[in-house]
Every structure is written in structure tokens, then in C-alpha cells.
């Protein structure tokens, strides 16, 4: 191992040697390795253990209770393989630890005949029973200890399949951090940051997670590598954000003037005092020579679509246009139609008019628009006749050239790629010197600020956590069994005579013989036949051509629909605010944020509201009993954190190689923010990282091509 500098070592000299360095390591081993994503010592330092046995504290066998989980260190004694009289294969395996003797039978796992040899140490964790007067565990976990010695023992990730077991990789380990010793780890972060924070050095870190002397240790070690972690993560994205802020020019908007004001005058209702602070935290940015990059998360029924319009007027009152692109037809058309009635009548100051103000021009844009009423459109972006453009993915098109786009609005901005919304942004080529325009994202999927912070790290982020009045609580149950859903049923029905609406979800559109859940067809037939026989009864769902939609879609919100029976289709955009029942069936197929929108679709009138959650199962799912319990977005998306843990976040990044290791979202809320604050203090001192050698080469490894571009721009 060519250890010979003096100098402490980087990440990148480790990256640099290769496992086959290692004692043992051959050819075959190092292929070995490679299956497992191992080719270098970083990546073997970065293998951590997935869990640790204390030695010093572990129980004997003559200690275990009878149906208590118990893990234990044991010897095997002998293996034997039988078959059952139902042909099945039966491994039996005899162990002990001078205390006493434990049987383990496993079902089904032939291999564990091969992998479990006599004299082999191996831990074991399961459930023990008496059988014939002997403890006997059934199909329990099992890790392969070795020969391994020490108080703590590193338990690693292991393959059969590639004969690589944990003291493997453990002694591996071992010897690298023992060739390290004499160098010791570079250090990246600030001696004032380590102080601060209370961290430990990283050569300490490395040893200690692997090596443990106390899990004092190891935990001090994992915060610390954890923090490293997120801070590359967080170096990324402030360093996106202040290089975006320096780097493009933007307008200085007019944030106050007659248009606002008389558009402030025509609210029917006052503001919210949390609508009132995030139109201001926006303004702040929108009278800035930069862009604004801010996302808006708000719940449902929050408001978002009056913070859009006071955003979107005040490009308008300085003589530019706006955006707004949603993810479907159904969502913008109810966008357009929500925003016309909020800016009907009201008039621009014209200085050019004779009579001093024109009307305010909103148009609506999808693929459904076609022929002349098309190209009238297009003409009118392009002369700027047009002030506010509404409209889903056809905006991206390239017949579609606005004349001075100054702010863009995107909604539900998780459904539109990066080069979607890079494509709206392009349409502002045309504006006058360079400027971009102000982009405000939003979102009724409310984000965990851990998630918002590492997925949305690079914009600023505002909430809308207050409903307005007038909005009415939802009473949420969970239904379960014949006598729980005549009572639903029966509340339906009561609430259909005095004239109110109703919506049945269901998860598919056809019948599945893999999945036994509604189906949207044969529950609209069912109905109609049986509970609501004497109501009418429409059906909305994804296969239906767009015009069917909308018709369906229009007699409901005319009220000539009783009871709509629809799947998804209808999780965001419906507004029907005579509609004050929801049941969703087969609700434990759904997640937390689904439920949850869907929801959202009642409770949008003076009148309350009720959402049924209808399960086959004797005990309500965590994610229904988090629906029952709480109406709050933010609560439940805290819930939906934990109950799912934060891949399917990570994903949605599409970092590549900077995926979090050690680190979660959940379990390190407070190193996030550390992160995040520590990224601020370096970058805005040090924009390009000049005086930070080591950790802009640290971010160049472990960071793809598309983030070092963002970071190193000069």
C-alpha cells in the first residue's frame, strides 16, 4: 500500500489504491469485490458495517427467555440435512457456548448446509422455543462472526454467492485503517466547524465506526461521517444557488402599484396571515436584479393559487408577461378558470389607452386547443397582447415564444423533469438584456424541510401552513365490514338527498387478477345496480379521451353527477366545492401523500366534510391511522418519512454517486440544518472554493459531472 508521503491522506489517494493492495486480495477476490462495488480502499472504508455485536454484553444461552428475541454467540457443533414427509428440505443445525446448547432448525434454506460448518462462530437472532426439552430457534437471522475478537464486533454485508463474509471485509478493513496510522486522514472541514460542532476528527471516524472501543464511539464516529455527507450534499446545492443569484441577471419587478392594489381590493375574503408572509418573503426576492428560484409548499386548500396571481402581477404591472404550466389538462384548466374568476374585470393602467386602462388578457393553452383559437394564442404571446399564459407541457413547445416572459409559475413541480422546466425557462430568450425570469415552484405535496432542504436545496423555500376561513375540517374513518359500510353508505345516501356531491376512488380501471382491488369499471356497474341505484352515477378515469373527460368533469361540477366514481385522475385540479364526501376504497393500497390529496378534494365548501377509507384488513394500516388521526400535510409527510424512509427521496435528486450512505433524513434532522448553515459560511466566503484545495477535489470525486459543473462555474 503506497503510503511513503508524509502528507495526511485524501479521499482521492484512497480512490486511487485498489483492493488487490490488500492481503489476500487476489484476482479472484478482487473480481469478488468489484460484485460488490468494491475496487479501491475508499470504497472498502465506505463499506459500513450494518450493524455491531457487543461482546462485553451478549447472552448466553442459559440466559434467554423462551419467546423473547435473543441474540446470541454461538459454536456449531454438527449439521445435518433432512427431508420432511411433505418433501421439503430441513436443515438442522447444533450450537452452544459453554452455558448450554441451542437447536436451529431452518425451512427451505438447503444452502445453510454449506455455509454452516462445525467449529464455525456465528451469532444468531430469533425467537427461541422449547422442543422436546431443548431450546430450539426457527429460520433465524444468522451473521457469520469468524474468528473475530474485541469487545465490539463490525457485522458487514456478505455474498454466498462470491464467498465474501464479514471478517473478510473486517480484516480488510482492519489493515487498511492500521496502514493509515502513520498519515492520517485530510481534513475538509474548517478547524472553527469542528470546534463548533462538537465533531470528531475523520481519522477518528474511521476507526471508530469500524472498530469501535464503546458505542459512545461508533455513534460520535457515524455523526460525524453522517455530517460529512450531507455537507458535500448541501456544498452543492448553496454553491447552485449563489452561483444561479451571481452569475444571471434578472427584473427588478414593481412590487407595489394600482394593479396590485386593485386586485388586493377585489378579494372577497382577507388574506391569511400565512398567505400575507409568503407574498412578502416573495416580493423581497422579485424586486431583486436576480432570479428568484423559490418554491411555495402549501397544503391543500391553502391559497397557493392567490400567491401565484399577486406573483404573476406583478410581472404584468411592469409591462411583462407570465406563466403557468400544471401537470395535466384537468389541473389547468381548473387553474384558468379559478384565475379568471379571481382577475375578472380587473383593468391594466394604460398610459396608451384613451381611456387610461385595458383589460387584462388571460389565455389557456393545452393540446385541446387547435386551429385558429390556436394560433391567435400564439400570436398574442408573441406580440405580448397576452399577460398570463396558462397551460401544461404544450408552453414548452417551440411555436410558443413569448415576447417578455418575466415570471413563470410551475405546479406541482415533482411531475415535470429537469428539461421541462429548463424548456419553459428558455422561452424567455427574447427579454431584454439576458434577464431570466423569476420562477416560483409549487408544490400541495407537503415535503419534510430535511427532504425540502436536500431534494429542493438550491431554491428558497416558503409554506402556507394556515388554511383560510371557511374551510371546513375533514372528519376522516376507517371502514372496515359489512355493518361499517352500510353505515357509510347510509351517511352517503343522506348527504346525496339534501343535494350534496360524492366521490368514490378506486386504485385501477380494470379488474386484476394479481391484485385484488376496485376496480373503477365494476365499481361504477356495481353501484349503479346496488348503494346508489337510485342516484346518477358518472365514472372519470386516465383511459377516457380528454374531451370525455371534461364532460364528465363539467356535468359534475354543474351538478347533473350525483356521485362520481373515478380513480385517480381526480388526485389534483377537481374543485367541486359541493362535493362533501370522499370514499376510497382499497385505501391501504394508496400512500400517505396520495390519501392525502385526494382528501383535499372535499372540504372545499362552508359545508363539513367526510373521507371514508375502506380496508379489507381486521386492523387499519399506519397509513390510515396517520389519516385518521391528522389532517395536517407537514405532520403527515413527517409520518411518510418514517414509515418509508427517504430513498424514494434521494432518487428524485438523481445525485448518482453523492447518495447518502450513513446519513438519513429522518434519524439527522439537526445535521442537515448544521450542514446546510457550515455550506453557507465556506461559499460565501470563498465562492470558488480557492482556499479549500482538499474539499473541492473531495466534491470533484464523489460528485457527478451535471453538480461539478453547477459548483465550479466561474
Known amino acids: 500500500m503506497a503510503l511513503s508521503s508524509t502528507q ?51 447472552a448466553r444461552i442459559s440466559d434467554i427467555e423462551v419467546g423473547v428475541d435473543s441474540l446470541v454467540l454461538v459454536k456449531v457443533i454438527n449439521v445435518r440435512s433432512v427431508r420432511t414427509k411433505t418433501k421439503k428440505m430441513m436443515v438442522n443445525v447444533s450450537t452452544g457456548d459453554g452455558s448450554g446448547k441451542l437447536s436451529v432448525t431452518f425451512f427451505n434454506q438447503p444452502w445453510r448446509a454449506k455455509q454452516l460448518e462445525p467449529g464455525m462462530q456465528v451469532s444468531v437472532f430469533g425467537k427461541p422455543e422449547m422442543r422436546n426439552g431443548y431450546l430450539q430457534m ?42 493509515c496510522v502513520a498519515r492520517g486522514f485530510a481534513e475538509t472541514l ?12 475523520r481519522s477518528t471516524a474511521f ?40 452569475e444571471l441577471r434578472g427584473f427588478q419587478h414593481r412590487i407595489s402599484g394600482s394593479l396590485i392594489d386593485r386586485f388586493a ?3 372577497p375574503f382577507p388574506l391569511t396571515g400565512a398567505q400575507t408572509r409568503v407574498i412578502r418573503e416573495i416580493s423581497e426576492d422579485l424586486v431583486l436584479a436576480r432570479p428568484m428560484h423559490r418554491l411555495l409548499q402549501g397544503d391543500v386548500g391553502s391559497g397557493k393559487t392567490i400567491v401565484a396571481v399577486q406573483t404573476m402581477l406583478c410581472s404584468v404591472q ?5 406563466a403557468i404550466m400544471a401537470p395535466t389538462e384537468v389541473l389547468a384548466e381548473q387553474h384558468a378558470s379559478s384565475i379568471r374568476q379571481l382577475l375578472d374585470g380587473l383593468q391594466i393602467p ?104 436536500t431534494v429542493y436545496g438550491d431554491l428558497d423555500v416558503s409554506v402556507l401552513d394556515e388554511l383560510p376561513p371557511g374551510r371546513t375540517p375533514i372528519a376522516t374513518r376507517w371502514v372496515n365490514g359489512a355493518e361499517s359500510e352500510k353505515m357509510m353508505w347510509d351517511e352517503i345516501r343522506k348527504r346525496l338527498a339534501e343535494g350534496q356531491q360524492a366521490y368514490v376512488v378506486c386504485p385501477l380501471i380494470d379488474e386484476s387478477e394479481k391484485l385484488e382491488v376496485a376496480s373503477a369499471e365494476k365499481t361504477f356497474h356495481d353501484l349503479q345496480a346496488g348503494e346508489l341505484k337510485s342516484v346518477r352515477v ?28 373515478a380513480t385517480t385522475v381526480i388526485e389534483v385540479g377537481v374543485d367541486v366545492p359541493n362535493a362533501t364526501a370522499m370514499v376510497i376504497l382499497d385505501a391501504d393500497r394508496f400512500g400517505i401523500a396520495q390519501l392525502h390529496q385526494l382528501r383535499g378534494r372535499v372540504g372545499r365548501g362552508a359545508i363539513s366534510s367526510e373521507c371514508y377509507l375502506v380496508t379489507s384488513a381486521e386492523e387499519p394500516g399506519p397509513r390510515v391511522q396517520a389519516l385518521v388521526a391528522t389532517t395536517d400535510g407537514f405532520e403527515l409527510a413527517e409520518i411518510d418519512l418514517d414509515l418509508r424512509g427517504e430513498g424514494a427521496i434521494k432518487d428524485t435528486r438523481q445525485k448518482g454517486r453523492s447518495d447518502l450512505n450513513l446519513a438519513s433524513l429522518r434519524r439527522d434532522r439537526d445535521l442537515i440544518e448544521l450542514a446546510r448553515a457550515a455550506a453557507f459560511e465556506i461559499v460565501d466566503a470563498d465562492p470558488l472554493l480557492t482556499s479549500h484545495a482538499t474539499l473541492r477535489d473531495e466534491l470533484e470525486l464523489l460528485l457527478t459531472e451535471e453538480e461539478i459543473e453547477f459548483l465550479f462555474k466561474s
Open 8 to 58: 495526511p491522506l485524501t479521499l482521492g489517494d484512497l480512490k486511487a489504491l485498489g483492493v488487490e493492495i490488500l492481503k489476500d486480495v487476489g484476482p479472484k477476490r478482487k473480481d469478488a469485490l468489484e460484485t460488490l462495488e468494491i475496487s479501491s480502499v475508499l470504497d472498502l472504508l465506505q463499506t459500513y458495517p450494518r450493524r455491531w455485536i457487543d461482546r462485553t454484553n451478549e
Open 138 to 179: 426457527t429460520n433465524p437471522i444468522v451473521d457469520l462472526i469468524g474468528d473475530r475478537t474485541g469487545k465490539i464486533v463490525p457485522i458487514y454485508a456478505q455474498s454466498e454467492k462470491v464467498r465474501i463474509f464479514t471478517w473478510h471485509i473486517a480484516a480488510w478493513v482492519e489493515e487498511s485503517l492500521n496502514r
Open 538 to 565: 358518472g365514472l372519470l378515469h386516465g383511459r377516457m379521451s380528454s374531451s370525455e373527460k371534461e364532460a364528465t368533469m363539467n356535468a359534475f361540477r354543474a351538478q347533473k353527477i350525483d356521485v362520481l366514481v
Open 265 to 267: 381590493s377585489s378579494l
Open 190 to 201: 474548517p478547524e472553527t466547524v469542528i470546534t463548533r460542532l462538537g465533531l470528531v476528527r
Open 350 to 453: 394604460d398610459d396608451t389607452n384613451l381611456l387610461g386602462d385595458r383589460p387584462l388578457c388571460v389565455e389557456l393553452l393545452t393540446s385541446r386547443v387547435t386551429g385558429e383559437a390556436r394560433r391567435k394564442i400564439l400570436t398574442g404571446v408573441a406580440d405580448g397582447t397576452i399577460d398570463i399564459l396558462i397551460g401544461t407541457h404544450a408552453l414548452i413547445q417551440e411555436s410558443v415564444v413569448f415576447s417578455r416572459l418575466g415570471v413563470i409559475v410551475i405546479d406541482e413541480q415533482h411531475r415535470f423533469g429537469v428539461e421541462q422546466r429548463a424548456a419553459l425557462r428558455d422561452k424567455a430568450i427574447n427579454n431584454p438584456n439576458g434577464s431570466m425570469p423569476d420562477v416560483l415552484t409549487m408544490t400541495a405535496t407537503p415535503i419534510p424541510r430535511t427532504a425540502a432542504l
Open 207 to 246: 476507526r471508530d465506526i469500524h472498530m469501535p472501543e464503546s458505542f459512545v464511539a461508533r455513534d460520535a464516529a457515524r455523526r460525524r461521517l453522517a455530517f460529512d455527507e450531507v455537507f458535500r450534499l448541501q456544498m452543492v446545492l448553496v454553491a447552485r444557488k449563489r452561483a444561479l443569484e451571481r
Open 318 to 322: 411592469g409591462g411583462h408577461q407570465a
